[in-house]
């Protein structure tokens, strides 16, 4: 005989007694274990949740940045493409060229053709495609019509910059390119012969009807021009493409190439296809600005979810904080009682045993392992009760969590790993006083009233 | 001498009332005697059997059990002195319900410090004494009176004590265990034991070597029993 053969023998002896100290104590450990886990699910929820948004978020947010770089290469492109099709649109003309001449009466005043080497041999970046020409209104005598001569050499390569395929061919010598009015007056075919100031040209291309000044015009090359109207080495105007800039291009332009030419000046060729360049440009600002409020959107989005599961997390902090206490004393308090009634039920046989000799310190120990095992059983049951509680309310499952997710906790391995010893310490205190009164009783009393 | 009480009283007091149980009571037993003490209920009988048992301290007068004063001990001292010095036995049995009867007449063997398998080999003994071997794992519940009371017998017996204190052992068991426990009692104390029996039984005098009338507490008269012959 033991004393914990003596526990077990009583246990089993008042069974409902046991099972509700053991239902007592797995209730408060269920509560405490249930607590820890269904918090450590909320984390961990929380912070997968957090994530899935954060990816989601940030999805949004590259494709739409995507979406932008797209809609900002296109628009380059397209703003190249504008350019390209506008033409020249950037005239750089001698300091004296009168403006009011110059659309009156075309180009009047002349500069040396070393500039547009000098223009070349620079670093500008604010124009590209330099085109030195000179341009006259003159009469085609053998024809009797007035038209705009131009004469071209072909344009100049910047130095600094690759080389890029030119926005208009050189007019080789002895060709003529033709407008659209006057080869359809003249009924000039591709490879026709035409005499102009007494000199033969061939007819190289012929343009399509532009319904601009272009359509009374015809390009030589600049040599011949240059002969023809007595201004050897000299040229009227240097014709460019601007860059494709955003902002005040022209001021940029300007500044750039007074440095460089400081006896010239630039006009810009404004047109319709300038105004949608600008259009696009503002387009993508607006698309800039509007990815920019997705990012603002998305954290703040990010920021709503995060509070909410704070919230959420601090509720049940909260609720578990008043419940776990409660659940616990309520344990304590039961265990006390019943361990206090098993004391009056054993009245008797406590008596005996203090009268065969049993000393209290026997008689503290036979009521401390009964507490001890119920403390065990409700402990070990208690977990599994309190994880699963916490594993389903805490919608661990249906989350995907995986278990070692959940045990990355230390809090939560240390309160599983605590939890029979603490069911232990509890049920001992609580039966402390209840085995204390039992070791005090007088066997004289008991075997009297017996 | 194996148990000497001089002028032992006990008085019992509460509000409204004085109770002298015990009053002036001396009383020696020696080895191999048996002792018969007869009265009305409310004569004191229990009262001197548990002051001579170390179980309720006298008032006044000393106890002296092998020579040994039980209540100068401390209360766990006299729990192991009572343990391995005297043996009870009672009219209800007061037997450990949820132990078997192996289990009950082996735990005196606990509170004595003896090895467990020198305490289950005097419980097997025992129970085969007693003519308990078929009943030795039954609970209490399933046994007859006669049985229980000598499984109470065995478990008196089991640190084997030099006294034993009976009270009314006999009081709820028919005639032919009665006689039997009777018969026991007798032969532990010719074996150099010593027996004081508390009872109602006049059968339990004649196994005596002594009766003695208790009357308010005080010992009236005291005469030879036909044990003694």
Known sequence: ?450 | MLLQLDSVSKTYKDAHSTVHAVEDVSLQISEGEFVAVQGPSGCGKSTLLLTAGGLLKPDAGSVKVNDQDPYAMTPDARAEFRAQSIGFVFQQFHLVPYLSVLENVMAPGMAAKSSISEIRERALHLTERFGLVDRRHHVPAKLSSGERQRAAMARALLNQPKLLLADEPTGNLDHQNAETVLNDLSEFAANNGAVLLVTHDERAVAHAQRGIILQDGKIATTSIGSGAE
């Open chain 1, 1 to 450: 005989m033991t004393v914990w053969k003596l526990a077990l023998r009583e246990i089993r002896h008042r069974k409902f007694s046991f099972l509700m100290g053991v239902i007592s104590v797995t209730t408060a450990v269920a509560c405490l274990v249930g607590a820890q886990t269904l918090l450590r699910a909320d984390r961990v929820i929380t912070e997968q949740l957090l994530t899935e948004k954060q990816s989601e978020i940030e999805h949004a947010v590259a494709a739409k940045e995507e979406a932008v770089k797209q809609a900002g290469v296109e628009l380059e492109d397209a703003m190249r493409k504008h350019m390209k099709g506008l033409g020249f649109n950037v005239l750089i003309l001698p300091i004296e060229q009168s403006r009011s001449e110059l659309l009156l009466k075309g180009m009047t005043a002349s500069m040396p053709e070393s500039y547009v080497d000098k223009l070349a041999s620079s670093k500008i970046v604010s124009v590209n495609h330099l085109l030195p020409s000179v341009s006259r209104r003159v009469q085609w005598p053998e024809h009797d019509r007035e038209v705009i001569l131009i004469g071209t050499r072909g344009e100049v390569p910047i130095l600094h910059r690759g080389l890029k395929k030119p926005l208009l061919e050189e007019v080789a010598e002895g060709k003529i390119v033709v407008g659209y009015e006057i080869h359809k007056d003249l009924k000039l075919k591709v490879g026709d012969k035409v005499t102009f100031k007494e000199r033969k040209f061939t007819v190289s291309v012929l343009h399509p009807e532009r319904g601009s000044t272009d359509d009374v015009t015809i390009w030589i090359n600049l040599g011949q021009a240059q002969e023809i109207l007595g201004m050897q080495n000299l040229i009227n105007a240097i014709l460019a493409l601007e860059c494709g800039c955003t902002g005040d291009r022209i001021s940029v332009i300007r500044e750039e190439i007074s440095a460089i030419l400081p006896g010239t000046q630039v006009v810009e060729k404004y047109s319709e296809a300038l105004a949608r360049a600008e259009a696009r440009e503002k387009a993508k600002e607006s698309a800039e600005s509007s990815l920019a409020r997705e990012q603002e959107s998305g954290e703040a989005l990010l920021q709503q979810e995060k509070q909410a599961r704070n919230q959420l997390e601090q509720q049940h902090a909260g609720f578990a904080s008043v419940l776990v206490p409660l659940v616990l004393i309520g344990s304590v308090v039961t265990i006390f009682l019943l361990a206090l009634m098993n004391t009056r039920q054993r009245t008797e046989e406590i008596g005996i045993l203090r009268a065969i000799g049993f000393k209290s310190k026997q008689i503290i120990l036979v009521f401390l392992s009964k507490a001890m095992l119920i403390g065990i059983a409700g402990g070990l049951a208690g977990i599994a009760l309190g994880f699963w509680f916490g594993w389903s309310l805490g919608g661990v499952a249906s989350n995907g969590i995986d278990w070692e997710k959940l045990f990355e906790a230390d809090s939560l391995k240390f309160t599983i790993a605590m939890a029979p010893v603490l069911a232990v310490v509890l049920t001992g205190i609580a039966s402390w006083l209840p085995a204390l009164i039992a070791a005090r009783q007088d066997p004289a009393l008991v075997l009297q009233s017996g």
